[in-house]
């Protein structure tokens, strides 16, 4: 969809280039490179067997969740009863929403917000209450607790959404800031819905601390959700899951997902979680991760010598930057609508971040080979941000 949907018709995919330009894919939250051997190779074992009928999840797959996050993040004591498959992340909040929240409940989530969750709320009927994060020192993005307590109080919520690390401004909250956090959500009586898809790419000097981990309390009061697709670039395979470690939440949040006869796991999913969540993708991961971060570091670096006006925050994890337009635009005399075209006009495919927060922004996924991402930055400063 990343290179397919540029310049159809109808569709929120950015428009097609000018004559003389190939188009840089870095609009959806994609990766263009290539995804683990060891996954395509326990694809192509799987294949070579010529049944695909009903079947169960296997041992191994539960005990490669357990291993990849006792080894990834520390994380001990998970067992196979609180694993639970979900079709996306998005299809798990949905069902965990029904679970805890009626259509007219409001809901917390943290702004500039991920699309999915709002999508996902509104076409749900609930009503989104949104915090603010705040650009603090050094323009890092940090949650408003005071905000935060205000608002579960003032619209009476006990539900919130908590995407760590953070989509789309790239933090990965400290075990500080989540302690801080869990504690507004326990003293208001709070469902935590977690979405930490994001979980696996996180920067050199960061490290992603599980919101179950944080507390007895949280972790009595936290649904989790997982998967790999961002990781290992296999959304189109689909396979989430969740960790669930109260029975309680853990009971109402299958009640609702088995009642759909929808939430069923594709056998060749398990299999790509199998060799995705083993050493070799971990060491895949791993390079991956200084990958992505030589290209953050070299699209920040270019931002902040050569393009006036233009403010981002370095991320700290993912590989998607936010950037803010407002005083560019401003300066010259643009709407964030002409600033955004000028760019797909030259083949970079960035896209729209308004959607997610704040009136200028525009959302650029760096998952590409470096040669990409510089040719990309090299069109921008020579045709779009020209000093």
């Known amino acids: 969809m990343a290179v397919d949907s540029i310049g159809q018709p109808g569709g929120f995919a950015p428009d097609a280039p000018q004559k003389g330009f190939d188009a840089i894919p870095m609009w959806v939250a994609d990766m263009n490179f290539p995804t ?24 191994r797959y539960h005990d490669a969740i357990i291993d990849w996050h006792a080894h990834r993040n520390g994380v001990q004591g998970i067992t196979s009863e609180m694993i639970g498959y979900e ?5 798990g909040l949905v069902s965990a929403l029904h679970a805890f929240a009626t259509p007219g409940d ?7 917000a991920y699309i999915g969750f709002t999508h996902s ?35 009476h919520c006990h539900v919130a959404i908590l995407c760590s690390p953070h989509n789309p401004t790239g933090r990965v909250w400290s075990r500080g800031e989540l302690e801080q956090a869990m504690e507004v959500f326990r003293d208001n009586d709070v469902i935590v819905i977690s979405d930490e898809i994001w979980s696996d790419i996180v920067l050199p000097g960061y490290h992603h601390i599980p919101t179950q981990s944080i507390s007895e309390d949280a972790r009595m009061r936290t649904i989790a959700l997982y998967a790999p697709s961002k990781t290992f670039n296999l ?20 009640s609702v997902s088995s009642k759909t006869h929808y939430n069923s796991m594709n056998v060749l999913s398990m299999h790509a979680l199998i060799g995705a969540y083993s050493q070799e993708g971990a060491d ?10 030589g290209n953050v570091r070299f699209a920040c670096d270019t931002i ?29 005399g643009m709407s964030i609508e002409q600033l955004r075209k000028a760019g797909w006009d030259v083949g970079v495919a960035w896209q729209d971040g308004c959607a997610f927060g704040g009136s200028h922004t525009i959302r650029m996924n760096l998952a590409l080979p470096i040669s990409r991402v510089k040719e990309a930055f090299r069109r921008l400063e020579e045709h779009v941000f020209p000093a």
Request: hydrophobic share 40%; with cysteine.
């Open 36 to 59: 683990a051997p060891s996954i395509t190779r326990a694809l192509s074992e799987r294949i070579a067997h010529p049944a695909f009928g009903y079947f169960l999840p296997t041992e």
């Open 87 to 91: 079709n996306g992340i998005l299809g």
């Open 106 to 112: 409001a809901v917390l989530v943290h702004s500039p």
């Open 121 to 155: 709320l509104e076409d749900n009927g609930y009503k989104i209450v949104r915090s603010p994060l705040m650009r603090g020192t050094a323009g890092i993005w940090r949650m408003d607790l005071d905000d935060m307590d205000r608002k579960l109080k003032e619209h």
């Open 235 to 254: 959304a189109g395979l689909v396979g989430g899951y969740h960790i669930i470690q109260n029975p309680y939440l853990r009971d109402r949040v299958m």
């Open 284 to 293: 895949w991961v791993d390079e991956l991760c200084q990958v992505i971060a």
């Open 304 to 332: 902040e010598s050569r393009f006036d006006g233009v403010d981002v925050s370095k991320p700290e994890g993912t590989y998607m930057l936010f950037l803010d337009c407002q005083e560019f635009c401003e300066s010259h």
